[in-house]
């Protein structure tokens, strides 16, 4: 495999150099390259003493012990990590395609895995592709702390965060505006009259939905209304949570007469509630879904370039690999209010 | 990590028996391990002789390069790999978070990727994911030849395909009833009064798409109806050939009064067509989606339960790896027609 052989060669060097081999921790350490392999490799023989100075020797390196298969790096084929939140969540499938097509044209393969929204999982999932030799990381954070990658980075490994921004380190983000977006999809309620709206959202340590809050709360007071607690709930998107939320907001003597929906999964669960009452509530959901035009009335949506969010990002890391990158930036999207009847419906008393 | 090395050790021993290492080749080969090593890292110093009484010792015993990094295994983490054929279709969401919950339940990671619907990259990627020491592969194939994997196998991967079935080896598969999900669903619209039905499947050389395809002729066969060659349409399930094939089944002097969709790709198109034209036709489609209920009229489905073909294949994989599986077998669950009003409209003339 000629091909893949100068790809894998090539995208050994870039921006944060090589990678430390165990001679280099031999060196610093002052030791034989036997004693650093039996201390990596859990095995009798050396003193408390030196595997301690070996030990601060990795340490200080960065040196991880799947280092020592280095040279089974030649001939293998390039290869990208993609880390994903939710497998089962649609909005990732037109991102997931986008990576790995932009993966493909690079001659790599792309390896993907679910976080399933917990910080540990993420962490144990991205160091677990990183010790399988992947030349870089698409992350699609589910934590809020990433420091655990830096000594990946200083290796070499190209990361690339993407959705939502990563946590207290420098680096890579590709985002949708989220604030923005939401901002404009309840303006566009309140140009149709509404005043009491409801926004539904995902947990708000998730940066997505506290930026979609921001925007629903800054479009409500550039109306000068002030917004009741009771139209805002954020919490897990399973229909259970959702559906009651809504229905909350839809009670009482002075109910919502819109709703903004935080996210797809919302979207979805709060279609269906209303679809169960005989009056008519607007409806604005973030981002687009299938058949979101096909419904009656077809569902207003704020729509995220779910594809162009993950070509970008991949682009990124490919640049990154070809060392033609040097600072990390911040990239945001665009989102485009897609009008199709639910969001233009007027306030029903 | 005591907990996960344990689990790797257990995950080592299976009914396939212990991979080979670099001794056992060395052994077979009748020279020493330093010498394998050279010829395995492709380093100087060898006879061509010697090189050829290496390789065919390695070809004999099913060894792979990077068994050189056995050592390494001691305390990674476990893991699987789940090869899907398209990262965007929602039908292999719930069957990935299915296999990833099973893969977590055992300690495990889940690490997924997509052949794309090519043979050459499934194969690609299988062999990457078990170069990158993974304990066992759940494959959604797009290939119809996987003696490529059998040396894997022998080594001890364990190996489960699902949604279709392997091609030219003997192994577990876990599929749903598609002749017989495909016959009830036609015979429905047959028992609603249609005679002139339509059929319009995925490409004829995938398992689901031909199967399917022998279940609509089936069900036209038990009620003495001849098929008529225009009334069937395989092909690929983009939105532009679905879109032509339903509507030149609905053109002419004798349209066909129901559609039967061969997947969800196509049932959505399908329902885009059916939504612009006045006349109603009839729709059944195979596999449920999200929505389908609120669409009007709603969507008569042949469901099939994807988590459950995803948790079947993934908790066969782990009995595999516990050794408390003997031979393969072919696993085939039930479809079930959900009635919402599309499958059930009378023939419009």
């Known amino acids: 495999m000629p091909e893949t052989t100068r790809r894998a060669d090539r995208l050994t060097g870039n921006r944060y150099g090589n990678r430390p081999t165990m001679k280099d921790v031999a060196a610093r350490a002052g030791v034989g390259l036997k004693t650093v392999s039996r201390v990596v490799n859990g095995e009798p023989g050396v003193t408390p003493d030196t595997e301690r100075r070996v030990r601060e020797a990795i340490d200080a390196l960065g040196f991880r012990r799947n280092d020592s298969a280095r040279v089974l790096r030649k001939g293998r084929t390039a290869s990208i990590g993609l880390i994903l939140e939710d497998l089962a969540d649609p909005f990732y499938g037109p991102l997931s395609r986008a990576v790995e097509e932009v993966a493909r044209a690079h001659g790599a393969l792309l390896i993907n895995g679910s976080s399933a929204e917990d910080p540990e999982r993420e962490q144990e999932l991205a160091l677990a592709l990183c010790a399988r030799r992947v030349d870089g990381l698409v992350v699609i ?26 946590g207290r380190i420098d680096a890579d983000v590709v985002l949708s505006d989220n604030y923005g977006g939401a901002r404009d999809g309840v303006a566009h309620l309140i ?23 921001r925007g629903y709360r800054a479009a409500m007071e550039d109306a000068g209304i002030t917004v009741a607690e009771r139209w805002m709930s954020l919490g897990a998107t399973d229909p259970e949570r959702v ?20 996210n797809n999964r919302v979207t979805v669960t709060v279609v269906r509630v209303l679809a169960e009452r005989s009056r008519r509530v607007a409806l604005v959901g973030f981002d687009d879904f299938e058949l979101a035009d096909l419904l009656q009335p077809g569902v207003t949506v704020v729509a995220q370039d779910s594809a162009a969010l993950g070509r970008t990002a991949a682009e990124r890391l490919f640049r990154q690999l070809d060392g033609t990158l040097i600072a990390p930036e911040r990239i945001e999207l665009p989102t485009r209010l897609i009008t199709r009847g639910s969001g233009e419906l007027p306030p029903a008393d």
């Open 141 to 166: 954070p589910a934590g809020d702390d990433h420091r655990y990658l830096e000594p990946e980075m200083r290796a070499g490994v190209a990361t690339v965060f993407v959705d939502r921004p990563a």
């Open 191 to 213: 140009a149709h009259g509404h005043r009491r709206i409801g926004f539904i959202g995902d947990m708000p340590r998730i940066h997505t939905a506290a930026e979609r809050l």
């Open 243 to 262: 559906r009651r939320a809504a229905e909350e907001m839809l009670a009482g003597p002075d109910p919502v007469t819109a709703v903004f929906a935080g």
